[in-house]
Structure formats: structure tokens, C-alpha cells
T-cell receptor, first 113, second 110 residues
Framework: QKEVEQDPGPLSVPEGAIVSLNCTYS??????FMWYRQYSRKGPELLMY????GNKEDGRFTAQVDKSSKYISLFIRDSQPSDSATYLC?????????????FGKGITLSVRP | ETGVTQSPTHLIKTRGQQVTLRCSSQ?????VSWYQQALGQGPQFIFQ???????GRGNFPPRFSGLQFPNYSSELNVNALELDDSALYLC?????????FGPGTRLLVL
């Protein structure tokens, strides 16, 4: 079993839809949770960063962490064609100089105009 | 833009050769990490450098080695290249909270 499992894709939605992206993990030491967006042939771009359980909102994006269920989610409201990309969840037990990110496989999202 | 730059952008090598990839960290970041991302997969942690010392290593063989310089720039060296080394190599520099990635170097081993 991989440490981080991400819902398989690809995912295709119409413009304006609410998108839900999910990851589960097995390592209870993970405390820091991130979502990265990666456009084709580019490096990952940090979207959301959360520590421990709870919700965090940034514009159209909401990150949710449930440590008791070892489950994290990213919600995208009013999705736009420009949101079409691969979304990667990542997590780590420590931060800063001792961080090692463990990633999910990624899910490719396509938002249809 | 994250301020993390990598060179070259693309590289083609043949099996058995050696390659050096370079990374310039974002100003003020003293930690750099390297990841390998195979096609259709998430990035896999190779190793991390903090103040010029290796500070953690993933499940990669010793032919993957690195350096960090006093200005916090970094190199990834891969010896005896294998076909499976074909991937996007990502460098990330860290704040106290998280990591910011460069655009990557795409390596193709023939």
C-alpha cells in the first residue's frame, strides 16, 4: 500500500462546476498537507498549505484535512477552463529544513467551456 | 514565479553516461530538495540539502548524488544512466513552512 493514495482520473467537468479532489494516507506522522497544481510540462505550483486538521479557504479553493480519517480534500468552486491541470496532494511529517514531501500520483482535471 | 530556476530545461543522454543538473534556489532559502517525476506519476523524493550537508535521502541508489554550494545553489549528479532515469527532475527550495518548485529539467535517456 502506498503512503498516499489519490483518486484516479482523469476528471472532466463543465465550466462553473464544483470540483472535489481527494487523497487518503496511511502515515499518521503526517502533519503538513499541501495541494500543488501542475500544468503540462511545468513544475508544481503551490496552491494550498494546511497544518493539522481543519479547513482553509483561499478564493475559489478550499482545503480540508481530517486527520482522524487520514483524508484530505481540495474543493474548487466555479471552476474555470484555466483550472485544467494536474492536481497533486503532498504531505510531510516535519517542516522547513527537515521536510520530505510525499506525493500522490496526481489527478488530471479538464474543465470544459 | 517561484524564483527557483533550473538548467538545462531539456537534456538527451545515452545509457551509461553521466549527467549534472543545476538549480538556483529562491533568495533566502537555505534548504533545497530534489525530486524525480516519472511520466504520469507524482514526484518522488531523491534527497535534501541543508547548509551544504545532505539532510535526508529517499530510496534512490548511490549513483544519484548532489551538492549544495555556499550561495545555496545545488547540483544533482546521476552516474551510469539507465533508461528508467528518464523523467522530469524537480528542484525545490524551502521556507519554514513548505517547498517551492522550479520548472524542472526533462531528461531523456536513450
Amino acid at each position: 500500500q502506498k503512503e498516499v493514495e489519490q483518486d484516479p482520473g482523469p476528471l472532466s467537468v463543465p465550466e462553473g462546476a464544483i470540483v472535489s479532489l481527494n487523497c487518503t494516507y496511511s502515515n499518521s506522522a503526517f502533519q503538513y498537507f499541501m495541494w500543488y497544481r501542475q500544468y503540462s510540462r511545468k513544475g508544481p505550483e503551490l496552491l494550498m498549505y494546511t497544518y493539522s486538521s481543519g479547513n482553509k479557504e483561499d478564493g475559489r479553493f478550499t482545503a480540508q484535512v481530517d486527520k482522524s480519517s487520514k483524508y484530505i480534500s481540495l474543493f474548487i468552486r466555479d471552476s474555470q477552463p484555466s483550472d485544467s491541470a494536474t492536481y497533486l496532494c503532498a504531505m510531510s511529517a516535519l517542516t522547513g529544513a527537515n521536510s520530505k514531501l510525499t506525493f500522490g500520483k496526481g489527478i488530471t482535471l479538464s474543465v470544459r467551456p | 514565479e517561484t524564483g527557483v530556476t533550473q538548467s538545462p530545461t531539456h537534456l538527451i543522454k545515452t545509457r551509461g553516461q553521466q549527467v549534472t543538473l543545476r538549480c538556483s534556489s529562491q533568495s533566502g532559502h537555505n534548504t533545497v530538495s530534489w525530486y524525480q517525476q516519472a511520466l504520469g506519476q507524482g514526484p518522488q523524493f531523491i534527497f535534501q540539502y541543508y547548509r551544504e550537508e545532505e539532510n535526508g535521502r529517499g530510496n534512490f541508489p548511490p549513483r544519484f548524488s548532489g551538492l549544495q554550494f555556499p550561495n545555496y545553489s545545488s547540483e544533482l549528479n546521476v552516474n551510469a544512466l539507465e533508461l528508467d532515469d528518464s523523467a522530469l527532475y524537480l528542484c525545490a527550495s524551502s521556507t519554514q513552512e513548505t517547498q517551492y518548485f522550479g520548472p524542472g529539467t526533462r531528461l531523456l535517456v536513450l
